[in-house]
C-alpha cells in the first residue's frame, strides 16, 4: 500500500512543476503498456497495486472530481479549452480526489490539437514505480456514457473522440493502475 508522499506540490497558478529528468522512468503510453478493457474496482489490490488519475494542475476550476457529477468512484474529469499539450499529473490512491491521502507517481502529456483530436505522449513513472494499465477519455461529455445514457467512471468505457461538436473544448480523464517496485 502507497503511504502518504512526503512531499508537497505548492503551486500559485494553473502551472505544473518540472520534475528532475534523472529521477524519472520512461514508460511510452502506445505497445509497452497493456491495454485492458475491464474497469478496476477498488483503489489497491492483493499485488499493492493503486488505482492512479491524472489531473492538469491545482485549480478547482479544470480538475472535477467525480463526485461532484453524482459518481461514487474517485478520478478527475478535467476540461481542456486551449489547444496545446498540457502535463497531467498521476496520483495514486487519493480517494475522494484528495491529495494528501495519495501520492504522485507520475505524469504523462495530454495533447489537445486544433483538429479537435486528443492524444497522449508517453507516461512517466517516478522511480520505484511501474504502470500495468493505462486508459485514457476524451469527448464532449464529462465523462463517458454507459449503456444506459448516464455517465460513468469505468475505464473499461473509456473512448477517444476528442472535440466531436466543433465547440473547442474537451473533456479528458487518465486512468492507471500503478504497482510500488520491489527492490
Not at 505497445?31 to 492512479?52: H, L, M, P, Y
Not at 472535477?64 to 479549452?81: A, K, M, P, Q
Not at 495519495?102 to 512517466?124: L, M, N, Q, R
Request: glycine share 10%.
Amino acid at each position: 500500500m502507497f503511504g502518504i508522499a512526503s512531499f508537497a506540490f505548492l503551486f500559485a497558478s494553473c502551472e505544473t512543476e518540472p520534475i528532475a529528468q534523472e529521477s524519472l522512468q520512461g514508460v511510452e503510453s502506445r505497445g509497452s503498456i497493456r491495454q485492458k478493457s475491464e474497469a478496476v474496482e477498488s483503489d489497491s489490490n492483493e499485488n499493492g497495486c493503486e488505482t492512479a488519475f491524472g489531473r492538469y494542475c491545482e485549480c478547482a476550476s479544470q480538475n472535477t472530481c467525480f463526485s461532484d457529477f453524482g459518481i461514487s468512484r474517485w478520478g478527475w474529469s478535467v476540461e481542456l479549452n486551449t489547444y496545446q499539450t498540457y502535463r497531467f499529473n498521476l496520483f495514486a490512491g487519493a480517494g475522494q480526489c484528495v491529495l494528501d491521502k495519495g501520492e504522485y507517481v507520475g505524469y504523462v502529456e495530454v495533447t489537445f490539437h486544433d483538429d479537435g483530436t486528443v492524444s497522449t505522449g508517453p507516461v512517466t513513472m517516478l522511480d520505484g514505480f511501474s504502470m500495468t494499465e493505462f486508459h485514457f477519455y476524451s469527448g464532449d461529455t464529462e465523462m463517458p456514457l454507459g449503456n444506459n445514457g448516464s455517465m460513468t467512471a469505468a475505464p473499461g468505457k473509456y473512448t477517444n473522440t476528442g472535440d466531436v461538436n466543433d465547440d473547442k473544448k474537451v473533456n479528458v480523464i487518465v486512468h492507471a493502475v500503478v504497482c510500488a517496485d520491489e527492490n
